[in-house]
């Protein structure tokens, strides 16, 4: 009897601890869900009782260097909802077959959206107004308002369709930017989110005397860009003339920047796309083929003609880049202008074993000052001037003048460029280097380093935006030139701008020439590939020389019609007719007799 009081108090002991046990882990987690997860509950609860609407901010405006004219804005839209738990199930499919009619959809998948057992379900973004308009007359007419939704939405609208368009880029379908400068500069654009909110019942039913909760949406900051419309609708005029004309097969692209301050004036890739349509073919033939195409190669067209070859493509520059060479041996004082007859071209030259020819191999140039051998464009003299240079010279070169790093324009999908390694670099690759074969650079690597020469020997970073736009208080940003090393020194400068005023006079570069202004220049021709069969041609230019206001790179990709692929008969002729308008837009003074 004893032993059975025993363990019937043993018995009582232990349910004792264990409900004292769980009535602590009971409080440790009333206390854990109350003061840790308290928030997080409460938050769930307040979302679980609100029907909320997303209402799209506005992305800021993209203006040109004026800051007045418009090259992307938001325009108001509006986006059609419904809240499926407050139509009745005798509305559902009226209401299914009215959206479905009205905005061209197909009515059973808005009928699943209609039937579904959501607070919100998004039928169509960014109607026109008319279209909901539509809409709204039906409810009138029909009396029924409840569980649909029209709200105020933006979309992204392009004034000028093509102008600029691998500068711009453009948004996708949820208005984020996709390319340019939509997408580099996404975080200031694209601004915040408002919405509309309004309480539910237990059931998930709308409570009709509650009134709706509206946060605004605030508007994305403004850009203003350094690219000048006109300038840049000349540069697109007549490289689209050129690429049509000289039937170059792989397009083209033009650069136009302010070597005072790296200001990119024009930016012009050719063929241009329609950036209100960015998603359909640009070429009749294309267009044809559309539907045949699949997923994959529709996507690699359309990678293709979004692509900014004036900044994601390298390219051999030829003999464009005998400035670089012609730069180097001024400053390091290893050749003079003008000093007669110091160089002599017998048609080749013979480096390590190896023999390079002019392209004038046929006719030799003969005897030649510096001056005149850039004017010619004799690939023996820089040959020359680049064994004297010796490699570890010359690539202190391509380091200050920027070739070994990308430029950090304020664009995405920059290249780098190509070269060998300075320890890789025998005789033999010295010498290709110094007539600008057998290596790759970008065009916006061109176009900074001929700027330098012109903004007194001076590196400046090329820029597309000057100033951002604070959308709520209109405080406007400037955004500061970056100027770098100096490079070469001014008298270095004022001397290979003289030759190259020489170049377009007299040389290879004459079909640039401006009545009335000293033009500066230089032409280049290269292969496209080591055995392509495909060539590169190009001019690149300064004017005017005296005081220069503005540099150009005019590449042209495989060029295949009558006039040839040299530089100095397709690219400088470009070249010219952009620099005639450009000079009278921007009013600049003659600088010689006309």
Aim: charge should be negative.
């Amino acid at each position: 009897m004893q032993n059975s009081n025993l363990d019937a108090k043993k018995r009582i002991v232990f349910i004792f601890f264990i409900v004292v046990i769980v009535c602590i882990v009971l409080c440790i987690k009333v206390a854990i869900i109350q003061f840790i997860e308290g928030n997080e509950w409460k938050e769930k609860s307040e979302n679980q009782q609100y029907a909320t609407r997303s209402i799209t901010a506005g992305r800021g405006t993209i203006y040109d260097t004026s800051g007045e004219i418009v090259l992307a804005q938001s325009s108001s839209v509006e986006t059609i909802s419904v809240n499926p738990l407050n139509i009745s199930e005798e509305n559902k499919e009226k209401v299914a077959k009215a959206l479905s009619d009205i905005f061209e959809l197909d009515y059973e998948k808005v009928l699943k959206k209609v039937k579904k057992e959501s607070s919100i379900e998004t039928i169509i973004k960014r109607v026109d107004k008319e279209k909901a308009d539509e809409l709204r007359i039906w409810m009138q007419n029909n009396n029924l308002y409840s569980g649909i939704n029209i709200d105020e939405d933006t979309k992204r609208y392009y004034p000028y369709s093509t102008l600029a368009s691998h500068i711009i880029g453009f948004v996708g379908s949820d208005n984020q930017g996709l390319d340019g400068i939509e997408a580099k500069y996404d975080e200031v654009l694209v601004g915040k989110n408002g919405n509309i909110s309004k309480m539910l019942d237990g059931k998930g039913n709308l409570l009709e005397d509650k009134s709706e909760v509206y946060e605004e949406s605030i508007k994305g900051n403004d850009l203003i860009l350094t690219i000048d419309m006109n300038i840049q609708a000349i540069a697109e005029k007549y490289l689209e003339e050129a690429c049509i004309e000289n039937v170059c097969t792989d397009g083209g692209n033009v650069i136009i920047m302010n070597p005072k301050n790296g200001d990119i004036l024009a930016m012009a890739t050719y063929p241009y796309y329609d950036l209100n349509n960015p998603y359909e073919p640009t070429s009749e033939e294309v267009k044809n083929m559309w539907s045949e195409l699949d997923s994959n190669q529709k996507s690699t067209y359309l990678q293709g003609i979004w692509r900014n070859k004036a900044i994601a493509d390298t390219y051999e520059p030829g003999s464009t880049f005998k400035l670089v060479t012609t730069s180097a041996a001024l400053e390091e004082n290893i050749a003079e202008p003008d000093k007669k007859a110091v160089f002599s071209c017998t048609g080749n030259i013979e480096i390590a074993g190896t023999r390079i020819r002019c392209w004038r191999y046929y006719r030799p140039h003969g005897m030649q000052s510096l001056r005149e051998a850039l004017m010619n464009s004799c690939n023996p003299v820089f040959i020359g001037l680049g064994q004297k240079i010796g490699v570890s010279k010359y690539y202190e070169y391509l380091n200050k003048f920027g070739f070994l790093e990308k430029t950090g324009i304020d664009l995405i999908g920059e290249a780098s460029s190509i070269f060998l390694k300075e320890d890789k670099v025998g005789p033999v690759e010295l010498a290709t280097i110094s007539f600008g074969q057998r290596f790759e650079v970008t065009p916006i690597q061109m176009i900074t380093m001929v700027s330098t020469i012109a903004n007194k020997g001076r590196y400046v970073k090329p820029r597309v935006v000057k100033a951002i736009i604070n959308s709520e208080t209109g405080e406007k940003q400037e955004i500061e030139p970056e100027y770098k090393n100096q490079v070469i020194s001014e008298e270095t400068s004022q001397e290979v701008l003289s030759m190259m005023t020489s170049v377009v006079s007299e040389g290879t570069g004459k079909n640039a020439r401006v009545q009335g202004y000293n033009i500066g220049g230089k032409t280049g021709t290269s292969e496209d590939g080591v055995n392509t069969g495909k060539y590169v041609t190009s001019f690149i230019g300064v004017a005017p020389t005296d005081n220069p206001e503005i540099c150009i790179l005019v590449t042209l990709y495989n060029p295949t019609g009558e006039s040839g692929h040299q530089g100095g008969t397709v690219a400088a002729p470009v070249a010219g007719k952009i620099l005639n308008e450009v000079i009278d837009y921007l009013e600049i003074e003659p600088t010689e007799e006309t």
